[in-house]
């Protein structure tokens, strides 16, 4: 189950989401503004293995810089993906989406 949490300090905005997780690993996402490059967004993806010798640390397995509209264009891409897959495994995922809307966490 996903979830996400949005956070604001001084100028900077900050979203993150659990994309995937178990009893021994969390994968999450994590979005935010960069207060002195104000066009760019930063986008990590972060990883934490829970059954490492220290669980806490959350290890970066991608990052990437991108403008507004390059957000943007990734909703889209996702919007569509989640379009295509309905249509073709008949997945309702407005489902998923209820859950993500209605978590204690927005």
Same mark, same amino acid.
Request: glycine share 4%; proline share 3%.
């Given at each position: 189950?996903?979830? &996400?949490?949005?956070?604001?300090?001084?100028?900077? #905005?900050?979203?993150?989401?659990?994309?995937?997780?178990?009893?021994?690993?969390?994968?999450? #996402?994590?979005?935010k &503004?960069?207060?002195?490059?104000?066009?760019?967004?930063?986008?990590?993806?972060?990883?934490?293995?829970?059954?490492a010798?220290?669980?806490?640390?959350?290890?970066?397995?991608?990052?990437?810089?991108?403008?507004? &509209?390059?957000?943007i264009?990734?909703?889209?891409?996702? /919007?569509?993906?989640?379009?295509?897959?309905?249509?073709?495994?008949? #997945? /309702?995922?407005r489902?998923?989406?209820?859950? #993500?809307?209605?978590?204690?966490?927005?």
């Amino acid at each position: 189950m996903s979830t &996400s949490n949005i956070g604001t300090a001084g100028n900077s #905005v900050e979203v993150q989401c659990t994309l995937s997780t178990s009893d021994t690993y969390i994968e999450t #996402v994590c979005i935010k &503004s960069i207060a002195s490059q104000p066009w760019l967004n930063e986008l990590t993806i972060k990883t934490q293995l829970l059954t490492a010798k220290d669980p806490e640390e959350k290890r970066i397995k991608a990052m990437s810089c991108i403008e507004q &509209s390059g957000l943007i264009a990734l909703r889209n891409a996702i /919007d569509r993906f989640l379009s295509e897959t309905k249509n073709v495994r008949g #997945v /309702d995922h407005r489902i998923s989406k209820t859950r #993500v809307d209605d978590s204690p966490m927005n």
